[in-house]
Structures are given as structure tokens and as C-alpha cells.
């Protein structure tokens, strides 16, 4: 089965500082894999997404995030954090298999920047 | 100024009762989906529409019911057979390319059982 893990509840970071939200995956074949972000009582939004090519994918809002596929990892991060970045991130995959199109979701992992 | 637009933000439902939540999107894309959020468990999915007057049931159907009669349109029916639907619910929507594209979703509604 197709599953995504976020094995972080929380991310504590200080403002300015590198910050890096971790995703692992399990897929069958080539995983189109991505990255949400929620704001509380919001709906999810899109920030980068990884289908081919080049293994360092740039976003939005100065997020990026690298696929390793020996690691089978697609970790988020971004060089530099602001208080404003705190919010829930989801990493995603989508289901291949089965061509529906749905999107399987880690647990979500909460990012606190502090000032 | 295109987007999925949830309807209403914020709902009470007695027990025993009925409710239907909105979902309508002018994105023209073919696929909509229904999630459920709780808290610690991610997103789960509810329903998924491909293509109008047709729909699949997602992980956790029971209790739920939905209906794709327009392209734009995709409302959820939350039953009194849902034992507990207190929840965040978001509806989303994709492109016809439905695995390589990102889905697009709405600001929520959030169910509240009183």
C-alpha cells in the first residue's frame, strides 16, 4: 500500500535559521509526491510538487524541497525561517496505482518559528 | 478570481439531522474530491468525483453521501448514520492529468455535532 510519514509532530525553529520539515514515503514505481501548507481554520495550500527531473524542487514562498530516492525521502526546507511560516505541513502522494487521482497525506507536522 | 469556494464556513447539526455541505469550483476541472480532517490524522478521503454523474467512495464513505450532477459542483451529505462528524472538512479539485498535477483545495467547513 501507498503511504506517506511525517515522523515529526512539531518543528521548533528560531527566525533566521534553516528549517527542515522531514517526509518519507512507500510507493510502487515512480511517486509524484507534494507539499501543502495550513493555516489555521484554512484549507491546504499548494507549495511545490515533484513528478521528474531535477531532484531539488523549488516552491513557494522560498520553500524547496529534495527528493532522494534511495532514501525515499522528500524533505522540506527553506534557508532562512520567518514567525510567519508557522503553520501545519502536509506532505502528499499521489495514487498512481489505482489512476484516481486522490492524494494520500502524511500526518501533518506543525512548524513554530519563534522570533 | 477562480478558486473552490465552501459553504458555510462553520455548521451545526443536532443529532439525528441531516447536512449538506457546498462545494462549487470554476477551475473547469473534472476531478473533486472530499476530505476529512481531524486532528493528529491527516487528511482522509471521504468521496472522489472523475467526471459528472459519476462518484467513488473514498476510505471512510459510511455516513457520507455525495452527488455530481454539474462539473462545478460536487456537495457532500453528512447522514445520521455518521456516528461522529464533528470534523474539518475540505473540498479539492485537479486537472484532467489528475496524478501529475496538484490539487486545489477550498477553505474548509468545519461540522460541528451539538
Known amino acids: 500500500a501507498q503511504s506517506v510519514a511525517q515522523p515529526e509532530d512539531q518543528v521548533n525553529v528560531a527566525e533566521g535559521n534553516p528549517l527542515t520539515v522531514k517526509c518519507t514515503y512507500s510507493?510502487?514505481?515512480?511517486?509524484?509526491l507534494f507539499w501543502y501548507v495550513q493555516y489555521p481554520n484554512r484549507g491546504l495550500q499548494f507549495l511545490l510538487k515533484?513528478?521528474?527531473?531535477?531532484?531539488l524542487v523549488k516552491g513557494s514562498y522560498g520553500f524547496e524541497a529534495e527528493f532522494n530516492k534511495s532514501q525515499t525521502s522528500f524533505h522540506l526546507k527553506k534557508p532562512s525561517a520567518l514567525v510567519s511560516d508557522s503553520a501545519l505541513y502536509f506532505c502528499?502522494?499521489?495514487?498512481?496505482?489505482?489512476?484516481?487521482?486522490?492524494?494520500?497525506f502524511g500526518q501533518g507536522t506543525t512548524l513554530q518559528v519563534k522570533p | 478570481d477562480g478558486g473552490i469556494t465552501q459553504s458555510p464556513k462553520y455548521l451545526f447539526r443536532k443529532e439525528g439531522q441531516n447536512v449538506t455541505l457546498s462545494c462549487e469550483q470554476n477551475?473547469?476541472?473534472?476531478?473533486m474530491y472530499w476530505y476529512r480532517q481531524d486532528p493528529g490524522q491527516g487528511l482522509r478521503l471521504i468521496y472522489y468525483?472523475?467526471?459528472?454523474?459519476?462518484?467513488q467512495k473514498g476510505d471512510i464513505a459510511e455516513g457520507y453521501s455525495v452527488s455530481r450532477e454539474k462539473k462545478e459542483s460536487f456537495p457532500l451529505t453528512v447522514t445520521s448514520a455518521q456516528k461522529n462528524p464533528t470534523a474539518f472538512y475540505l473540498c479539492?479539485?485537479?486537472?484532467?492529468?489528475?496524478?501529475?498535477?496538484?490539487?486545489?483545495f477550498g477553505q474548509g467547513t468545519r461540522l460541528t455535532v451539538v
Open positions: 502528499a502522494v499521489r495514487d498512481k496505482a489505482g489512476n484516481t487521482g486522490k492524494l494520500i
Open positions: 479539492a479539485s485537479s486537472m484532467s492529468d489528475r496524478t501529475r498535477t496538484e490539487a486545489f
Open positions: 477551475l473547469n476541472h473534472d476531478a
Open positions: 510507493v510502487s514505481g515512480n511517486p509524484y
Open positions: 468525483s472523475q467526471i459528472v454523474n459519476d462518484f
Open positions: 515533484y513528478i521528474t527531473g531535477d531532484n
